[in-house]
């Protein structure tokens, strides 16, 4: 297995502490609006400041533990590579 579930889930909910406040707080902020505009803004907001960078921390954290992965079994194709190469020389 490239990745662990546990190793991914780390990777993926990192930063989710941060993001819960964040969700709570909107939550507080967006039942004391009282127009759908106001409810509007608080929500495109929530999504542009703290959902979207959430994401994207979590991508990258999650590609960061998989290349780190993926570099490693790539050495070792590389060593095996170079072993075969030599015998079949």
């Not at 759908?36 to 960078?53: D, H, L, S, W, Y």
């Not at 954290?61 to 079949?88: H, N, P, Q, T």
């Amino acid at each position: 297995m490239i990745l662990s579930n546990d190793d991914a889930r780390k990777a993926v909910f990192s930063g989710f502490d941060g993001f819960q406040e964040q969700f709570f707080a909107t939550l507080a902020t967006y039942s004391k609006a009282s127009t759908t505009q106001e409810r509007t803004g608080i929500a495109t907001r929530f999504v542009k400041e703290v959902v979207i960078p959430y994401l994207d921390t979590a991508k990258d954290s999650l590609l960061k533990e998989y290349s780190s992965s993926m570099r490693v079994i790539e050495g070792e194709l590389s060593k095996l590579l170079d072993v075969f190469g030599e015998a079949c020389t």
